[in-house]
């Protein structure tokens, strides 16, 4: 069974348009969730942080969970070519792992 | 900004030959972890570090791989004997835990190819 569930696109959206990505998860002892954003061949860049449920927001970006779904998502508003990347969802125990559980990642690309 | 570096960006090395990847983490944080990612595949955990000793492995992370922190900044992974599908990215990442270990921010990654 598969614990984290992404998208992986390609996801093609214009310039100014609100994204949305998503990751389903299966371990209900799941606490923490995160955001990546990774260039091609480049190291995955931490973009938000949330525990447990609710919304949190920075700039352009606003990430969001619901636990009952098991159901993340990453807003981001007013897209910029620039954000085109693979953004990968990662999660993790409270007082569990150490590591981080990974999605495999949505390719997005933002037209100008 | 503090980041994590690694080096070398780039390995290429024969079967059953034996590699060392370095990462530096950022100064102030205190777990260190190794991932690695087969290419058109998840990010997947190796190992992670504190206190000197390895804090938590995965299945992957067998009697070939070892890390070390041999001074006071390097934090290193040693494959022993290097397989084909030892052929990934692997990423260093530090946490502080002040901050949340889950809040790991990761280097740039080591690309390493065994032919």
């Known amino acids: 069974q598969k614990e984290v569930e992404q998208d992986p696109g390609p996801l093609s959206v214009p310039e100014g348009a609100i994204v949305s990505l998503n990751c389903t998860y299966s371990?209900?002892?799941?606490?923490?969730f995160m955001w990546y954003r990774q260039y091609s061949r480049k190291g995955p860049e931490l973009l938000m942080y949330?525990?447990?449920?609710g919304n949190k927001e920075d700039g352009r970006f606003t990430a969001q969970v619901d636990k009952s779904s098991k159901y993340i998502s990453l807003f981001i508003r007013d897209s910029q070519p620039s954000d085109s990347a693979t953004y990968l969802c990662a999660m993790s125990e409270e007082g569990g792992a150490d590591g981080l559980t990974f999605g495999k990642g949505t390719h997005l690309i933002i037209q100008p | 900004e503090p980041e994590v570096t690694q080096t070398p960006s780039h390995q290429v090395t024969q079967m059953g030959q034996e590699v060392i990847l370095r990462c530096v983490p950022i100064s102030n944080h205190l777990y260190f972890y190794w991932y690695r990612q087969i290419l058109g595949q998840k990010v997947e955990f190796l190992v992670s570090f504190y206190n000197n000793e390895i804090s938590e492995k995965s299945e992957i992370f067998d009697d070939q791989f070892s890390v070390e922190r041999p001074d006071g900044s390097n934090f290193t992974l040693k494959i022993r004997s290097t397989k084909l599908e030892d052929s990934a990215m692997y990423f260093c990442?530090?946490?502080?835990?002040?901050?949340?270990?889950?809040?790991?921010?990761f280097g740039p990654g080591t690309r390493l190819l065994v032919l």
């Open positions: 371990n209900s002892a799941f606490q923490y």
């Open positions: 990442a530090s946490s502080d835990p002040w901050a949340g270990r889950e809040t790991q921010y």
């Open positions: 949330t525990y447990s449920s």
